[in-house]
């Protein structure tokens, strides 16, 4: 499969514990975007990294939640101290230099705080 | 007031009828233009994406941008029950990196 890779598909967690998502971006594309999806809504942008550098955040992402994509490659999406708002579905799509705005989503990671 | 404009739904036609899903948007910087469709429970998966204004054409499906009514188009010909799905607007402006998405519409084919 040479698509966006997401792990987990779904996480329940309690409210208050830490949560780690991971993004796998197709192989030769070197921008990776965070989004955020909740029920009914349109997907909203959370933070985007060009290799390994985090360029832009959104206020959506508070001082919470960490983004990381080390080597240029994978990327993780952590939320410390989750709350019952941050349930979602966090989507993670990746785009290569020449066409930047043709991102292409992975299938998220639905995440339900109890 | 939102930057993108799209009604919910949801909408519900027959097998075989012309679709037509619309957004309209505030900020005149949108320069690209995307349609996103999304079965449930999975992620967004692009459908056309045009650059500026006119129109384009994929198969069955038909995007339209008109900037001067800041107002763009996805027109689905001989739907099929398959096309039964979420669609997403989405846009932004040259040399941004983020999406700006519409509401989305939910849309049933009925066969």
């Known amino acids: 499969d040479t698509g966006v890779s997401q792990n987990p598909r779904h996480k329940i967690t309690k409210r208050g514990q830490n949560v780690t998502f991971r993004c796998d971006p197709i192989s030769e594309h070197n921008r990776l975007y965070w989004y955020r999806q909740t029920l009914g809504q349109g997907p909203e942008f959370l933070t985007y990294f060009q290799n390994e550098a985090q360029l832009e955040k959104s206020r959506l992402l508070s001082d919470r939640f960490s983004a990381e994509r080390p080597k240029g490659s994978f990327s993780t999406l952590e939320i410390q101290r989750t709350e019952q708002g941050d349930s979602a579905m966090y989507l993670c799509?990746?785009?290569?230099?020449?066409?930047?705005?043709?991102?292409?989503f992975g299938q998220g990671t639905r995440l339900t705080v109890v | 007031q939102k930057e993108v404009e799209q009604d919910p739904g949801p909408l519900s036609v027959p097998e075989g009828a012309i679709v037509s899903l619309n957004c309209t948007y505030s900020?005149?910087?949108?320069?690209?233009f995307m349609w996103y469709r999304q079965y449930s429970r999975k992620g967004p998966e692009l459908l056309m994406y045009t650059y500026s204004s006119g129109n384009k054409e994929d198969g069955r499906f038909t995007a339209q941008v008109d900037k001067s009514s800041k107002y763009i188009s996805l027109f689905i010909r001989d739907s099929q029950p398959s096309d039964s799905a979420t669609y997403l607007c989405a846009m932004s402006p040259q040399g941004a990196q983020k999406l700006v998405f519409g509401q989305g519409t939910r849309l049933t084919i009925n066969p």
């Open positions: 799509a990746s785009s290569i230099r020449a066409a930047n705005t043709e991102a292409f």
């Open positions: 900020n005149s910087a949108f320069q690209y």
